[in-house]
Each structure stands twice: as C-alpha cells, then as structure tokens.
C-alpha cells in the first residue's frame, strides 16, 4: 500500500510499553479535538475526542489529554500492540467552521 | 461494504486533463466532506457539504475544483485541467449528523483516490 508520510516524526516503542504522542496547535480558539489513526492505504479512523471544556479523556487503551494553557495535546495508548502501528493525527475544530484541521501526524513504529 | 466507498482508488492523468472522483459515503449520512493529502501530510479541507447543498467551499483550491452532490448522496470532486501540483491523496468523509460549530461529529473516512499528474 501506499505511504501515508516518508518524512514524518517518528516514535518507535516495544510491544507492551506505553506510547504518549503529542501535537501542538495554534489556535486558541478551537474547542474540539480528534486524534485519528491511519494505516498505509487507508483514510483516517477516529480514535478519541475531546472538547474544550475538559482536560482528560479516557477511552479503550487510549488516554487524551488537554493544556489549553500552553495549546498542547497528547495522546497516551497503554500496552501498545503491534496493530498500533500507524501515522497519528490530531486535528481541531474551530467553532466558527465545519472543518477540522489537521496536524502534519506522528508514525507510531511498534518493536516486538 | 457499510464504509465509504471512493472511486477510482488510482488515477493518472497526463498534465491538462479533467479528472472526476466519486465518494459514495455512507447511507444517510447528511454530511460529506472532501479532504485533500499531500504525501508526508495531514489531510487539508476542501469542502463541505450538508445534504445537497454546499456549505463551506473555503478550502477548494482554485476554480479548476469543483465538487457536487446533487441529489444528497453520492458526490464527485472534479479537478479540470490538472496540474503536477494537484497530485494527492482525495478522502471523502461521512458524518451522520450536520456539522456545527464545535462539533463536526465522528468522521468516517473513505480510504481516498490517488492522484499523480505527469
């Protein structure tokens, strides 16, 4: 299948340990958040949300957290798999707009 | 299959030509968005539609993109005139519900056509 990114940031974690992925964004004025996850050939797939009003998200194996302080997001997968292996996005809605917009993505290499 | 199905998954085009591509997202989604992916990048909204009407064309990149979904269902983006520069990945995404401020409600993503413009 086709690459989804040649040149992206990197984080390579053993089978088991905990991953954190972090994504900064730029606007102060978004107030919803989605991390996707995307395997090679194929679109994005939502992970988790979480909006403005919160600071902390828990999921499936997932963990969002929120510093709207310093505009960071990161997202925690405990006891990665091998299956966890992708590019990972964040992305943010502005509330005046229908859109999302998308973080350059992290790849998520999981070591056996 | 119930996800959102894109046709073609590949296309090349010579330089200059009309391409046309085709989401069919999933039944009685109201939403549709198309997104465009450069290689080594993150998805870039081109448009938005709520049924049949287009609501949000902000991201459309000239006036050789033109995008359509007549009757609130299946969509085609339409690139005339190709250019090397338009070679990407083009996702369509369904959402059951109207996306409002705040709340673009859970996007399903189509797994894209391929672009590459010689």
């Given at each position: 299948g086709e690459s989804v990114g040649l040149?992206?940031?990197?984080?390579?974690?053993?089978?088991?340990?905990?991953s954190i992925i972090n994504c900064a964004y730029s606007n102060s004025a978004s107030d919803y958040f989605i991390w996707y996850k995307q395997e090679s050939g194929k679109g994005p797939q939502f992970i988790i949300d979480i909006r403005s009003n919160m600071d902390k998200r828990q999921g499936q194996r997932v963990t969002v957290l929120l510093n709207k302080t310093v505009k960071h997001l990161s997202l925690q997968i405990a006891a990665t798999q091998p299956g966890d292996s992708a590019v990972y996005f964040c992305a943010e809605n502005t509330?005046?707009?229908?859109?999302?917009?998308?973080?350059?993505?992290?790849r998520l290499q999981v070591t056996l | 299959g119930a996800g959102v199905s894109q046709s073609p998954r590949y296309k090349v085009a010579k330089r200059g030509q009309d391409v046309a591509l085709r989401c069919d997202p999933i039944s009685g989604h109201v939403s549709l968005f198309w997104y465009q992916q450069a290689l080594g990048q993150g998805p870039e909204f081109l448009t938005y539609f709520q049924n049949e009407a287009q609501l949000d064309k902000s991201g459309l990149p000239s006036d050789r993109f033109f995008a359509e979904r007549p009757e609130g269902s299946v969509s085609t983006l339409k690139i005339q005139r190709t250019q090397q520069e338009d070679s990407a990945v083009y996702l369509c995404a369904s959402s059951s519900q109207p996306s409002r401020?705040?709340?673009?409600?859970?996007l399903f993503f189509g797994e894209g056509s391929r672009l590459t413009v010689l």
């Open positions: 040149h992206l940031p990197t984080l390579s974690v053993q089978e088991g340990d905990n509330g005046t707009a229908s859109k999302l917009t998308f973080g350059t993505g992290t | 401020a705040g709340d673009t409600g859970e």
